[in-house]
């Protein structure tokens, strides 16, 4: 009688955990033979949790089939562990659910569950070095620290592509973590950048339409080069003309005597220009030279490493999986909750086509590309997740119509992002909105090389954003920015707080950003303090400024006629005939599109810019002129205090009484307590 009323309280027990609803388990310990319940038969080993969200997914595909789909949906419970993903977990169309019953896979009671795109390296699997050949490459101080692991005796067989001899960031390789954090690829200088010396040759520049004929060569100092001569490819990493451009090309010849650098294939502004030049080593065996650092040799398959600490104990694992952990092709109604993603070299998370679905509660984590990427589809989000230490973006926001301008609704709401655009440090932002009605609002982003928020396409709503120390290592970039094309209209960037985008050495970093002729763009109720530049429109048309407060930058407000070159002559009217401007929805929903190439589409006009508080900030760079293509009015400048709250403490809401609201006749407050994160059954506390 005791075993059946423990028997019976222990069912309820996990009725109870589980609530209402049918279920399916996946465990570590679990078995695909099995029947996916959590059984008090399990105790026995006769039956239990699944062992792979394969069969899980498998399962409900079954109940379909059979006519059993229960009307409430179904839920996954995975339990605690670590899920190694040797391909996508992929679902498709069959794999939905519907509003009413939605597909739902989920951490058990709150248990860690962690979906991994990396192979666990057992640490037996290290040995010391004992190839004379390797050991004469490696620095003398590092012979015996260094380790070597043979991945192809443990199964391991993708090593990434070979490189491109010029590429953007990141191409595909597997990358190493130890204890969760990633391990550099083997570098010189192991910080920081080394500086050309001087440019022999700039090469040939195919940006400006020069034939990619000539490749660049560059004089460097000291001696460092001459240790790569044996490398069988060296590739250098750097910003070679603009700060706002790092690329990594291909080393064609070393000249030790001259002290030269010849690469394969030229770069595409040329070598120099203001930047000056600045690179590093990626990859070469000879300067695994520090604790933390590893070299792949693609060819062998051997891995070498040199530990921070011992191996003992310790989580060492290489990404391999060179797609997206999670992949939905036309999937709906499918939920991911309080899970971790982590070891990718591919994306974590993609989404095409399918329309509401959620990944909520989520950490996505050493990605060595963008966390999530929403293709396309409708409805779909992400909320209250983490999402930090990536390879390029956080978020793609995509989808919609642009032709028929039909929103996609897609949206990243409440999610804290950061450290990013760790492989790709150039255009990768925490958010990148494209395509049409897109929505980001009450997120965190900070510690980036470049943007914090991105935008093109239209109609999107960028609101209550908390952007701060991004632009890291970059010049002429904005905590918010977008431009470049007279199509991309009618987004909103409204109630945003933007401050500390790095610094900058020539242009400067700007707060908000509207660079080469954007168009159509409404900045309202904005906070904007402790940046070179507050604000920055690079010519452009028809956009309304208005509401904002500016604090404490250099520049308040930089507005000017951008005089077109070649490439804007070419480029814009071909993106704006890309879409149809003439025709209806495009007609009545931007009327001043319609005779744009009748004029001189490249002036300066239309701009409205009133209303907006600066406080003790620089010189405005807003000549008459400018101020005569637009209207100008009621923009105050004081170095006063106009009522904050507390402007020592950087909080410039405004007080009930403040003197801003006589100093300017109609600004109205900013609902700053409205702004970043907030707490949600998904973030029970704030970072």
């Known amino acids: 009688m005791r075993v059946l009323v423990l028997l019976v309280v222990m069912v309820c027990i996990f009725s109870v955990a589980a609530g209402a609803g049918t279920f399916f388990h996946v465990s ?127 199964g391991i067989t993708y090593f990434g592509d070979p490189w491109p001899e010029n590429f953007l960031g990141y191409t595909g390789w597997p990358e190493l973590f130890y204890d969760g954090k990633v391990m550099q690829l083997a570098r010189w200088p192991n910080d920081g950048y080394a500086s050309v010396a001087k440019v022999i040759d700039r090469g040939s520049m195919p940006r400006y339409g020069e034939a990619p004929d000539r490749p660049g060569t560059f004089q460097y100092d ?57 690179y590093y ?28 600490e011992g191996l003992s104990g310790k989580d060492i694992s290489l990404s391999i999986l060179p797609a997206p952990i999670v992949l939905l092709k036309y999937a ?44 396309s589809g409708t409805g779909n989000g992400i909320v209250s997740s983490d999402i930090y230490n990536l390879g390029a973006a956080g978020i793609i926001l995509n989808g919609g119509d642009r032709k028929t301008l039909t929103p996609s609704h897609n949206y990243a709401r409440n999610n804290h992002i950061h450290h990013y655009g760790r492989l790709k440090p150039n255009y990768e932002a925490g958010i990148i909105l494209r ?23 239209n109609d999107h709503l960028i609101q209550y954003n908390h952007v701060h120390h991004v632009g890291l290592n970059a010049d002429d970039v904005g905590g918010i920015g977008t431009g470049g094309d007279w199509s991309e209209r009618g987004t909103t960037v409204r109630y945003n707080l933007v401050h500390d985008i790095g610094s900058g050495s020539a242009v400067g970093n700007i707060c908000i950003y509207m ?4 168009a159509g763009i409404s900045v309202y109720g904005n906070i904007m303090h ?106 105050v400048e004081t170095k006063d205090d106009p009522g904050f709250v507390d402007a020592a403490k950087f909080d410039y809401a405004l007080k009930r009484n403040a003197e801003a609201f006589k100093l300017i006749p109609g600004f109205k407050p900013i609902p700053v307590s409205k702004i970043g994160l907030f707490k949600d059954k998904y973030r029970r506390k704030l970072p």
Not at 568 to 593: G, S
């Open 515 to 518: 660079d080469t002729n954007t």
């Open 332 to 375: 709906s109604y499918v939920n991911f909750q309080g899970l971790t993603f982590q070891y990718s070299c591919g994306e974590g998370i993609k989404i095409q086509n399918g329309d509401h679905n959620t990944i909520a509660g989520c950490s996505i984590t050493n990605i060595a590309n963008t966390a999530v990427n929403m293709e």
């Open 281 to 308: 080593a990626m990859n070469v065996l000879e300067e695994l030279d520090t604790p933390g650092e590893y070299y792949l040799d693609r060819n062998s398959g051997i891995l070498y490493f040199w530990p921070p």
């Open 435 to 457: 395509g049409v009605g897109g929505i980001a609002e009450n997120n965190e982003i900070h510690d980036a090389p470049h943007r914090g928020i991105g935008f093109g396409g």
């Open 28 to 154: 570590r310990k679990g078995n695909d033979k099995w029947t996916g319940k959590l059984t008090v038969a399990n105790r026995w080993g006769s039956d239990g949790p699944f062992a792979t969200l394969e069969r899980a997914r498998d399962a409900i595909r079954e109940l379909k089939v059979h006519g059993k789909y229960p009307d409430d949906g179904v839920t996954v419970f995975i339990h605690g562990g670590t899920y190694e993903q040797r391909k996508s977990f992929e679902l498709n169309r069959i794999d939905s659910g519907t509003p009413n019953s939605p597909v739902t896979y989920q951490s058990y009671k709150g248990e860690k569950v962690t979906i991994s795109g990396g192979a666990t390296i057992p640490d037996k699997a290290f040995t010391p070095v004992r190839d004379d050949a390797i050991l004469k490459r490696l620095d003398p101080a590092s012979r015996d620290k260094v380790l070597q692991a043979d991945l192809k005796s443990l």
């Open 530 to 635: 402790s940046t070179r530049r507050g604000m920055l429109v690079n010519a452009g048309r028809d956009n309304l400024i208005e509401n904002n407060i500016i604090a404490k930058c250099d520049m308040p407000m930089t507005m000017n006629f951008r005089i077109a070159d070649a490439w804007d002559e070419v480029e814009l009217p071909q993106k704006l005939n890309l879409v149809p401007y003439k025709e209806e929805p495009w007609k009545t929903r931007y009327p001043q599109l319609a005779n744009i190439l009748n004029e001189n589409p490249f002036d300066t006009k239309n701009q409205i810019i009133q209303k907006n508080l600066i406080y003790q900030c620089g010189n405005m760079e807003v000549s008459d002129a400018i101020r005569a293509a637009g209207v100008w009015k009621q923009n």
């Open 222 to 278: 000291g001696d460092r080069p001459s240790r790569w001569l044996t490398a069988p490819e060296v590739y250098l990493n750097g910003f070679w003309a603009y700060s706002w451009f790092a690329n990594c090309m291909k080393v064609a010849k070393i000249d030790t005597d001259a002290k030269t650098i010849t690469f394969t294939t030229p770069h595409q502004y040329g070598l120099g220009g203001p930047s000056g030049g600045v």
